[in-house]
């Protein structure tokens, strides 16, 4: 018999719409009933993708006598952090605070006004490595409330008064100048890892936002220094485990130092935002292994992840039937030498063990070995490796398929419009432009309202009811700027507008110019999440500040430039102490000191072959930040473009920053110059 969440459009909610558990969505409605039975709430938070989740579900959730506990003395509360990230930010914050550490799933006991008074992530069905067992946990905690609930009412009390006390120290309002980058700069060197690459030791994490500050700090300094961290980083990344070397895209993070073993799933905001760096690197220096990654990266998100709507799931799972009707993690992935000879014969099987890094003891579990490219490109004839993989991706794909998250969020489908964009933009492939576009279509039709408020998630073609938090209003934006740059359609360009006068209204602090992840009209939780640092994608307060940045550049709107650089007064705090957790706010506040530049391009027509090509060498300047229209001289579609005429009847490029103005080029190679940092 199918519980409540059998109606939601979550599919981690939709994965225990079937368990013996009596699951409530997250709702006023789930709180009414604990405060009328007298009991508490445990609140379960995960997402569907979350390999200790389904763990937890297997070994719990889907046990009789477990659920019959549960349902006799709580009431289960389900939520889907990547739906509701202010629920699990909040939370959060509590079981971290509390704790020391946090993670998914993500277990909490909350009070029926849902203030939380206990904590844990992942509990086990038996008693293991000194943790309790879940029946345990439930026991005692129903104990505490029976015969102790005036100590657990201290407890949730304090624990709140703790959290609204935590408001963020925001340093002052305004923008980090040299030395705090020069600072923050040296703090990078100091975690940088220089034997295998990237920061701090394992787990390993793509540092997607730190890569794009270094890239931009190269670009508007010369260092080189940040150039070869970026570039190191980016090829140890991409000849690891962690990246897909049949299919294309990267794995969630890498278990150890040296990038051999990844967490197989793989995420839509990690491809977007490591597709984005990778043809940034390639811009910034022709490397042709950037060139395949950004491209292979591109071509996996519109093959793995592309909706029937024309938007992007949000994840692939770590696990999957290892062929025995066992779910393990890795296992459409992984090779062995024996899987090797079946599919290529004898010799091809040792080329591609010599060629991917296959070995008899294996590097993963079980004598599998995660495919890496630990020799150099050119020792093995090309050919030959195409053929290899070509094979080998046939018969990967008669495995069984890893599940898929179909839900399409509006934060991460930004990124995704803003990296494939670009990379269409930069290596002539207008399908990934176009498959850009089709995604922007999809967020303004079915998750803009008609005041241009956005729905956070869809599904199926189906709106679902959590409004947008903070990072899908600038994540959008920041897609809708790229695709304005590209195409030359001031209508994007617009609706960034109308997204970032919400942040401006519903999410800016009018006093002190900070920013909070949840609007001043959304549901009211125990505190309002309000947290700068970047985790897995970059913060809405960082997002929003780049955002807020690039639209004044293309407009001269005063308000948003003042909005962008109040946010960045705590990257002047964060920045040089914690430079890791902080890279999208150095990214955006190098492209304060560069400016950003503002480049108009016009011909007789934007498609034009010499408008083309001054268009195209504009997108490929690695000035930080710099913002691009390009259009008909005399076309209104954008601000930029205003009084700027042909100059001898030629195609001509535009170029100011701080209020003054280049004179304007028609040399595509004047241009490069101009905007080469």
């Keep these: 018999m199918p519980n409540r969440l059998a109606h939601e459009t979550s599919p981690y909610l ?49 046990d009789e006598e477990t659920a019959e506990y549960l349902n006799a003395h709580y009431v289960s509360v389900k939520v889907d952090r990547e739906e509701r990230p202010d629920v699990d930010a909040v939370y959060m914050e509590a079981v971290q605070a509390a704790t020391g550490q946090g993670g998914w799933p993500m277990t909490v006991f909350l009070t029926p006004d849902a203030e939380p008074f206990y ?93 794009e500050f270094l890239l931009r700090h190269h670009a508007r300094t010369g260092a080189e220094g940040a150039l070869q961290m970026a570039q190191d980083t980016c090829e140890r990344m991409a000849r690891g485990g962690m990246y897909d070397q049949l299919g ?24 977007a935002l490591l597709c984005r760096v990778y043809a940034h ?14 491209l292979e990266t591109a071509d996996f998100m519109v093959r793995g992840l592309r909706t029937n709507e024309g938007g992007f799931a949000s994840a692939l799972d770590a696990d999957s039937d290892d062929g025995t009707g066992r779910h393990v993690e890795g296992a459409y992935y992984v090779w062995t030498p024996e899987q090797l000879r079946e599919v290529l014969g004898e010799q091809d099987a040792e080329l591609a063990a010599q060629h991917f890094g296959v070995t008899e003891e294996g590097t993963f579990e079980e004598g599998a ?36 998250d179909d839900k399409v969020v509006a934060a991460w489908n930004g990124l995704a419009i803003a990296a494939l964009a670009e990379t269409g933009a930069y290596f002539d492939r207008p399908d990934l432009v176009e498959a850009a576009v089709a995604a922007a279509d999809l967020l303004v039709r079915l998750h803009l309202d008609e005041q241009a408020r956005l729905t956070r998630t ?53 006093e002190s110019g900070s920013l909070y992840d949840t609007a001043a009209d959304a549901e009211r939780l125990i505190r309002r999440p309000q947290d700068p640092t970047d985790n897995a994608a970059p913060s809405g307060w960082t997002a929003a500040a780049n955002a807020l940045l690039s639209y004044a550049a293309h407009t001269g709107s005063e308000p948003h430039r003042t909005a962008a650089e109040r946010a960045l007064g705590v990257v002047k705090a964060l920045g040089p102490r914690v430079p890791r957790f902080i890279g999208w706010g150095l990214a955006a506040a190098e492209a304060v000191l560069d400016g950003p530049r503002e480049v108009a391009v016009v011909g007789p027509a934007l498609d034009d ?69």
């Design 248 to 271: 294309g895209g990267f794995a969630r993070y890498s278990v150890d130092r040296d990038w051999v073993v990844p967490h197989f799933e793989k995420m839509l905001y990690d491809n």
């Design 458 to 510: 869809s599904k199926d073609g189906h709106a679902g009811a959590n409004a947008g938090v903070l990072e899908d209003y600038a994540d959008v934006a920041e897609g809708f700027l790229a695709l304005a740059s590209v195409t030359g359609e001031g209508v994007w360009l617009e609706f960034a507008g109308f997204l970032l006068d919400h942040v401006l209204a519903r999410f800016t602090d009018s």
């Design 369 to 404: 070995s995660v495919l890496q490219l630990p020799v150099r490109d050119g020792l093995l004839d090309a050919e030959k490796v195409a053929s290899i993989r070509e094979r080998l991706l046939a018969a990967r794909a008669e495995r069984p398929a890893p599940g898929r």
């Design 14 to 62: 939709l994965q225990h719409a079937d368990n013996p558990v009596d699951w409530w969505p997250w709702s006023s409605e789930a709180f009414e009933e604990a405060r009328k039975r007298n009991v508490p709430v445990l609140l379960s938070v995960g997402y569907s993708s979350c390999h200790w989740c389904h763990v937890m579900a297997h070994e719990s959730f889907e």
């Design 609 to 677: 072959e010499g408008t083309r090509t001054l268009h195209r060498t504009a997108l490929l300047g690695t000035a930080p930040g710099a913002v691009v229209a390009a259009g008909a001289a005399g076309s209104e579609e954008f601000p930029l473009l205003a009084d700027r005429p042909l100059v001898g009847g030629e195609p001509a490029a535009y170029v100011c920053r701080n209020f003054t103005c280049d004179a304007p080029t028609t040399e595509p190679d004047r241009l490069r110059t101009v905007l080469s940092g």
């Design 119 to 211: 904590f844990g992530t992942y509990f086990p069905p038996a008693p293991r490595q000194g943790m309790p067992s879940f029946r345990q946990v439930l026991q005692g905690v129903h104990q505490a409330w029976d015969e102790r609930r005036d100590e657990v009412a201290e407890v949730a009390g304090k624990i709140v008064r703790d959290l609204a006390g935590r408001e963020i120290s925001y340093g002052d309002a305004r923008t980090p100048g040299e030395e705090e980058l020069a600072q923050a700069l040296l703090g990078l060197t100091r975690e940088y890892d220089p034997q295998r690459g990237g920061f701090g030791g394992a787990p390993k994490f793509p540092p997607s936002m730190v890569l």
């Design 281 to 294: 690197l390639w811009r910034s220096t022709g490397s042709a292994l950037a060139r395949r990654v950004a």
